[in-house]
């Protein structure tokens, strides 16, 4: 059965750097486009980026563009996300997501992780 | 702000039927997604595209599409449909931009 499970969550002060990861299992990776979607504490949800299935196409949200990287390792199955220059307000459960067919089709998600900004 | 308007709470008596609604210009031309969470949980896709259901999802959930409203239709509505309902689409600005409404919050009483 498909699974994405991420790690990588936690606390880190401002300005500073977390890299997530989210292991992916069950299906053929490298077929999917994959996406990282958050959610503030108490809040709604919030698209943050997504990437092709070869990598040769990323996207990301305003709020983190020029601060954020989205990446792949198809060989790993393992899909990532580098967030530099964090601040307060990008604190949240950051899920992985499969798109089914198209980014904004997320079929399976992970349980997420948590990232805490805060000094 | 978000680009798709959800109203924050609705609510149904149970085994009745409810209409949850997701405007915004961009559904003129895509169609809208929509998520199911229930507390502590991490969303479910419940219909995407025209009106397709993964596998899994009960046939008493449907979605339909009117110029730039999307709707979410629960037939029968269960005790366990109580969650949250996102809706989400591509934005409407070019940019290929992934957008979610602010959610909605629906009761069963």
């Known amino acids: 059965q498909v699974q994405l499970v991420e790690s990588g969550g936690g606390l880190v002060k401002p300005g500073g750097s977390l890299r997530l990861s989210c292991a992916a299992s069950g299906f053929t990776f490298s077929d999917y486009y994959m996406s990282w979607i958050r959610q503030a504490p108490g809040k709604g949800l919030e698209w943050v980026s997504y990437i092709s299935s070869s990598s040769s196409y990323t996207n990301y949200a305003d709020s983190v563009k020029g601060r954020f990287t989205i990446s792949r390792d198809n060989a790993k199955n393992s899909l990532y996300l580098q967030m530099n220059s964090l601040r307060a307000e990008d604190t949240a459960v950051y899920y992985c997501?499969?798109?089914?067919?198209?980014?904004?089709?997320?079929?399976?998600w992970g349980q997420g992780t948590l990232v805490t900004v805060s000094s | 702000s978000s680009e798709l308007t959800q109203d924050p709470a609705v609510s149904v008596a149970l085994g009745q039927t409810v209409r949850i609604t997701c405007q915004g210009d961009?559904?003129?031309?895509?169609?809208a997604s929509w998520y199911q969470q229930k507390p502590g949980q991490a969303p479910v896709l419940v219909i995407y595209?025209?009106?397709n259901r993964p596998s899994g999802i009960p046939d008493r959930f449907s979605g339909s599409s009117s110029g730039n409203t999307a709707s979410l239709t629960i037939t029968g509505a269960q005790a366990e449909d109580e969650a949250d309902y996102y809706c989400?689409?591509?934005?409407?600005?070019?940019?290929?931009?992934?957008?979610f409404g602010g959610g909605t919050k629906l009761t069963v009483l």
């Open positions: 997501a499969r798109g089914n067919g198209v980014a904004t089709v997320s079929d399976y």
């Open positions: 961009s559904l003129r031309s895509y169609y």
């Open positions: 595209g025209k009106n």
């Open positions: 989400n689409s591509r934005d409407s600005s070019g940019n290929h931009h992934v957008v």
